[in-house]
C-alpha cells in the first residue's frame, strides 16, 4: 500500500520544494527570515516509507500577526476605508480579477492537494474547479441583491433605501479536508461584501494557498486581505484577544470556536460564521431498495476516508434487512481500491494525519472490547499512513465510535427494531447537520420526515449527505454550525442590513434627487447592474 517514486507521474512528482518565505500582510508580499516549519506529506516518494518533505511555511509569531490586524483594521478604517466604501460593481471587478488569476494556478493546487491532504485526483480536480464555480455565482448572487436594492420603499410617510453593508473585520480560519474550497466559501463572501480579513490556512493544506497569494495581492486594495501562518494559538489568540476582530468565521472543530470565541473582550458584539463537526446518521428502512442504500451508504462513509463533516459517520439498519445489508456492505467495502491520489480508481487513498491511524484503531480495540466485531475481512489493516475501513456491528451506545466523531476510516453499523431508537438517538446528540433516510413507502416516510427536520437542517432522501449544490443552504443545529453558508446565505451571514430613511417631503425629496443625479453616495444610487 506504499508507492515509489518511479510509480509517480512525472507531472505528480516533487521536483522543488514550496518553500514558501513571504507572507501577505498590507498590499505586500513580506519577507521572512525568521523560524519556519518544515511540511510533510504522509505519502512516500522512496521504496522505503518515508514522508515526503514538500517545502516549508514561516513561523509567525504575535507581532506579526497584530500587523495583519492593524492592516485590516486600517483598510477598514471605522467603515470609511476604500473597500467598504467602494462600488458594488468595483468591488465585483476586483473578485473578477482574482478568479482570473486563480485559473491559471489549477495545476499547482491541484498537485499540492493531493501530496498535502491526499485528495484523490478527481476530487482535487472537482475541488478547485467547484471553488472557481462558488466564486461567479457569489458574484452573480451579489449582483442580483444589488439590484433588488436599487430603489427606494415607503412605508407611513418615510422613505428608506435599504442595503447591505459590510461589517468589520473577518478572522477567517479553515479546514483541512476542504482546505480550498470551504476555506474560500468564508472568505469570498466575507470579502466582496466589503468586510476586510486576517487569513490563516489550515495545518494541512497550507502550501496549497502559496500560487494564490500574489492574485490576492494584485486583485485587492492594500490590506484587505492578510495572509498569515503560524500556529492557531501563537497567532489567532492576540488578534482575538485585541477585541479588534469583528467576525470569526471558522471551519472546524466547535472547541477551537469555543476558545477563540473566548479570547475576545466582548464576544456579544462578535458575529460568528461556524461549521463545526457532525455525526451524520443514515437510517436503512425494510423497504429500502438494498442496492441504492448501500451505494450511498458506501459513498456517504468512505469518500475522501470519511473525513468530511457531511460524512454518514453512524448507520441505523432495521433488524429486519441487517444481516442481508451486512454481508453486501462488507464485501463492497473490501473491493474498494486503495492507492495514490493520482493512481486510477483509488477510492481510499494515505490520511494526511501521521497519527490518525493509531486513532482509529483505539476506536476499534475499544469497540471489539465491548461486544463489536469487525465484519469485513480488510478492516483494519494497517500501513504507514492508512488504516483500511473497519465495518463494526454490532455497535452500542456505550462505545467511543458511538460517541465520538471519528473522521477517519471507521464504520459503525447500529441495529434498530423501533424507529424511536434512532430519532431517540439524534434528539440526544450534541450535533444535527443532515441525516440520509433510506426508504419508499410514503406513509412511513412523511412522518419520520417532519420530525427530523426539526432534528437536522437537511434531510437527504436515498442519498448519501452532502454539502452541494452550493446554492441551497448549508447549516446545522447544536454543536455543528452557527449561521448559514451557500452562495445566497453566505453573503448575508457577512453583511448586515443597514439604510438611509427621509421623510417624505419637498425638502428631503429635492436632496435625495440630487444625491442621485449627482451619482457622488455610492450608497444612495439606483444604478442597475446588468
Not at 41 to 68: M, N, Q, R, V, W
Not at 361 to 370: S, V
Request: hydrophobic residues 40%; charged residues 25%.
Amino acid at each position: 500500500m506504499t508507492s515509489t517514486f518511479t510509480d509517480i507521474p512525472e507531472q505528480f512528482q516533487i521536483k522543488n520544494l514550496v518553500n514558501q518565505d513571504t507572507y501577505l500582510v498590507d498590499g505586500g508580499l513580506i519577507p521572512w527570515r525568521g523560524e519556519t516549519s518544515n511540511v510533510y506529506s504522509t505519502i512516500s516518494s522512496t521504496e522505503d516509507y518515508k514522508p515526503t518533505l514538500l517545502g516549508s511555511i514561516p513561523t509567525l509569531g504575535k507581532k506579526e500577526a497584530i500587523k495583519a490586524l492593524d492592516a485590516a483594521v486600517t483598510a477598514y478604517n471605522k467603515g470609511q476605508g476604500l473597500w467598504p466604501t467602494m462600488k458594488v460593481v468595483d468591488r465585483i471587478a476586483c473578485m473578477e480579477k482574482f478568479v482570473e488569476q486563480m485559473k491559471t494556478k489549477r495545476a499547482e493546487v491541484v498537485k499540492l492537494l493531493m501530496w498535502e491532504i491526499g485528495k484523490n485526483l478527481p476530487d482535487s480536480e472537482k475541488e478547485f474547479d467547484r471553488t472557481v464555480e462558488y466564486i461567479y455565482d457569489t458574484i452573480e448572487d451579489y449582483k442580483q441583491m444589488d439590484r433588488d436594492s436599487a430603489k427606494f420603499v415607503k412605508s407611513s410617510g418615510v422613505y428608506a433605501h435599504i442595503r447591505r453593508g459590510p461589517l468589520g473585520v473577518v478572522l477567517c480560519l479553515g479546514p483541512y479536508n476542504y482546505p480550498l474550497n470551504e476555506t474560500f466559501a468564508l472568505l469570498i463572501p466575507a470579502l466582496i461584501m466589503g468586510n476586510t480579513a486576517i487569513f490563516k490556512p489550515a495545518k494541512h493544506g497550507v502550501l496549497l494557498i502559496s500560487p494564490l497569494l500574489e492574485a490576492f495581492r494584485d486583485s485587492f486594495p492594500k490590506g484587505v486581505v492578510n495572509i498569515i501562518y503560524g500556529r492557531g494559538r501563537t497567532v489567532a489568540a492576540p488578534i482575538m484577544q485585541s477585541g479588534k476582530v469583528d467576525v470569526l468565521a471558522l471551519i472546524g472543530n466547535s472547541k477551537s470556536a469555543n476558545a477563540l470565541q473566548n479570547q475576545h473582550p466582548k464576544s456579544n458584539r462578535l458575529r460568528l460564521v461556524l461549521g463545526l463537526e457532525a455525526k451524520n446518521p443514515a437510517i436503512v428502512l425494510p423497504d429500502a431498495d438494498l442496492d441504492l442504500a448501500i451505494d450511498e451508504c458506501i459513498a456517504g462513509t468512505t469518500s475522501f476516508n470519511g473525513q468530511r463533516c457531511t460524512a454518514l459517520k453512524v448507520l441505523y439498519v432495521h433488524s429486519d434487512i441487517l444481516d442481508e445489508f451486512n454481508k453486501r456492505f462488507a464485501a463492497k467495502i473490501d473491493a474498494l481500491k486503495f492507492g495514490n491520489p493520482w493512481v486510477d480508481g483509488a477510492k481510499l487513498t494515505p490520511l494526511p494525519e501521521p497519527d490518525k491511524p493509531a486513532y482509529i484503531q483505539d476506536l476499534i480495540d475499544d469497540a471489539t472490547e465491548k461486544g463489536a466485531k469487525v465484519i469485513n475481512e480488510k478492516g483494519g489493516e494497517t500501513t504507514e499512513n492508512y488504516i483500511f475501513p473497519a465495518v463494526l456491528y454490532p455497535v452500542t451506545k456505550d462505545m467511543r465510535v458511538f460517541q465520538e466523531e471519528q473522521f477517519g476510516p471507521v464504520i459503525p453499523i447500529v441495529p434498530f427494531s423501533d424507529i424511536e431508537e434512532p430519532l431517540d438517538d439524534m434528539a440526544e446528540s450534541n450535533y444535527g447537520q443532515q441525516v440520509s433516510l433510506f426508504g419508499k413507502d410514503v406513509n412511513t416516510l412523511a412522518p419520520l420526515i417532519d420530525t427530523l427536520v426539526n432534528l437536522v437542517c437537511r434531510v437527504n432522501l436515498n442519498s448519501s449527505c452532502q454539502r452541494g449544490p452550493d446554492v441551497y443552504p448549508f447549516t446545522g443545529r447544536k454543536d455543528s454550525a452557527v449561521a448559514t453558508l451557500s452562495v445566497h446565505d453566505a453573503l448575508r451571514s457577512f453583511s448586515i442590513r443597514t439604510f438611509v430613511a427621509s421623510k417624505d417631503n419637498d425638502y428631503n425629496n429635492t436632496i435625495l434627487k440630487d444625491l442621485l443625479d449627482s451619482r457622488a453616495s455610492n450608497f444612495v444610487n439606483t444604478d442597475y447592474i446588468l
